[in-house]
Nanobody, 122 residues
Framework: QVQLVESGGGLVQAGASLRLSCAAS????????MGWFRQAPGKEREFVARINWSGGNSYYADSVKGRFTISRDNAKNTVYLQMNSLKPEDTAVYYC???????????????WGPGTQVTVSS
């Protein structure tokens, strides 16, 4: 079992930055890939970024590439999502999740946090 808790969301203006954190507990943190997803009202849950167990490989959705950076600190059992140049269309609930395979599909992530709200005003 893995327990995940996100933090760092909030209300910001367009162009601002936020850093989300996801603290993990339970199963050995450095044995699995971590991902960030987001879900806006009325929309499907959308892949944002993922990072492999060592932090040496990451992958981003085209919509956030160049603006968002995913990282992890295995000593702190925490994964981060640095979000820069935020846009109103980034408004969503952001979730961190765990997978044991290389995937961008939320169906392949068995463990999820409760989410944190990010709202970007224009």
């Amino acid at each position: 079992q893995v327990q995940l808790v996100e933090s760092g969301g909030g209300l910001v203006q367009a162009g601002a930055s936020l850093r989300l954190s996801c603290a993990a507990s339970g199963r050995t943190f450095n044995s699995y890939t971590m991902g960030w997803f987001r879900q806006a009202p009325g929309k499907e849950r959308e892949f944002v970024a993922r990072i492999n167990w060592s932090g040496g490989n990451s992958y981003y959705a085209d919509s956030v590439k160049g603006r968002f950076t995913i990282s992890r600190d295995n000593a702190k059992n925490t994964v981060y999502l640095q979000m820069n140049s935020l846009k109103p269309e980034d408004t969503a609930v952001y979730y961190c999740a765990v997978t044991f395979i290389r995937s961008t599909s939320h169906h392949d992530y068995p463990y999820w946090g409760p989410g944190t709200q990010v709202t970007v005003s224009s």
